[in-house]
């Protein structure tokens, strides 16, 4: 499970928060309310390294995201899905090739690095690791902005997860 997987399940307003335009009012409430910048956050979370009091402050950033989301009127979902529409309508309008070839070269960047490393044919290096990672959210995105997001997929599987089995 990764670690936004893990804020989901903690804090999902902040978790979908991540996933939008206000991407930032997010990170800041999880900096501010762990004192640690976003980095160690998500080095902390891998790591499985989160004591009580650290789960306790994450779902008080939530609790307080709720209320700061809520005065201003925002929804982080409806902005995600509100961005994204918005990115394929100038896509359409402007019929440029560039969002193509940089999806192009993402996608060929991304699974040449994997292979590589599953082959050996590269040196592993953490310079290489980094730019893995970079390139695996990049892809993602790229997935998301072409097809539509899992986001609907991720909640129905949560409700298969939570629901109860049929007694017969």
């Known amino acids: 499970m990764g670690w936004l997987d893990t804020i989901e399940k903690l ?4 978790a979908s928060a ?8 997010a990170v800041s409430a999880l900096e501010s309310a762990l004192g640690m910048s976003g980095d160690d956050i998500q080095k902390t979370v891998e790591e499985n390294k989160l004591t009580g ?8 950033a939530e609790i307080n995201l ?16 509100q961005d994204r529409k918005s990115a394929r309508d100038m896509q359409a ?6 969002p193509g070839v940089l999806a192009i070269g993402v996608t060929i960047g991304f699974f040449a690095i994997l292979v590589g490393l599953m082959t050996d044919s590269v040196t ?3 310079a290489l690791l980094l730019m893995l990672g970079s390139l ?9 902005f072409y097809f539509g997001s899992n986001h609907t997929s ?3 599987d949560t409700m298969l997860y939570n629901s109860q089995p049929a007694n017969k």
């Open 11 to 14: 804090a999902p307003t902040v």
């Open 18 to 25: 991540l996933g939008s335009p206000v991407a930032g009012m």
């Open 53 to 60: 009091e650290q789960v306790a402050a994450i779902q008080t």
């Open 66 to 81: 709720k209320a700061q989301a809520q005065q201003l009127g925002l929804n982080f979902e409806t902005l995600a899905v």
């Open 93 to 98: 309008q402007t019929k440029s090739i560039i």
């Open 124 to 126: 592993k290096s953490d």
């Open 136 to 144: 695996g959210t990049a892809w993602t995105a790229i997935v998301s």
């Open 154 to 156: 991720q909640d129905k």
